[in-house]
């Protein structure tokens, strides 16, 4: 979906502007590792309007300071002491991804961005909004989000390889 923002800034020869993207709330849910499409549209006084050509970022949770690692057609994002357990996800994610082209006869797969937390109480606070009762007794371990190309899912999970090829 698309939305427009507007940006607030002081009027100069080189300005800096700030808007916020609010991921959480009704309809406005969107996973850590969702890739976004931004561009501009500047009008000056005179109404000469500036559109900037399409760029694209991948939002990750602010929380933590991420690394990937990639091979073709996934990502993998994570933070911490990690390096090991995301090359073997990804290992696995990538064995899941040849064993289903192969049974659903798919030849070419679209970018699949995984992101890692390192424990539930991480994960937790970016997971879609869910009824108090579901979330008391229930713990995700992974979940994905098919229509964007994104999973999500805990790192240090001791079966995370077989939640990744799962949610694959």
């Known amino acids: 979906r698309s939305a427009y923002r507007n940006v607030d800034f002081d009027t100069g020869v080189q300005v800096t502007g700030t808007t916020f993207i609010q991921s959480l709330g009704t309809g406005n849910y969107f996973p850590p590792g969702t890739k976004l499409e ?17 760029k694209e970022f991948v939002y990750l949770d602010s929380r933590f300071e991420w690394r990937s690692i990639a091979e073709e057609p996934l990502t993998v994002y994570h933070y911490g002491p990690t390096d090991k357990r995301a090359e073997d996800m990804l290992q696995a994610a990538l064995r899941a991804v040849e064993r289903m082209s192969r049974v659903l006869g798919v030849e ?10 390192n424990n539930y109480r991480h994960m937790v606070v970016a997971l879609p909004p869910r009824p ?36 694959i």
């Open 38 to 54: 931004y561009s501009f549209e500047i009008k000056n006084k005179s109404g000469v309007v500036l559109r900037t050509q399409p």
């Open 108 to 117: 070419k797969v679209q970018p699949i961005n995984i992101v890692a937390y």
């Open 132 to 167: 108090q009762a579901i979330s008391q007794d229930l713990v995700t371990e992974g979940q994905a989000f098919a229509n964007l190309g994104v999973l999500m899912m805990l790192a240090f999970n001791e079966d995370a390889e077989g939640v990744a090829s799962h949610e």
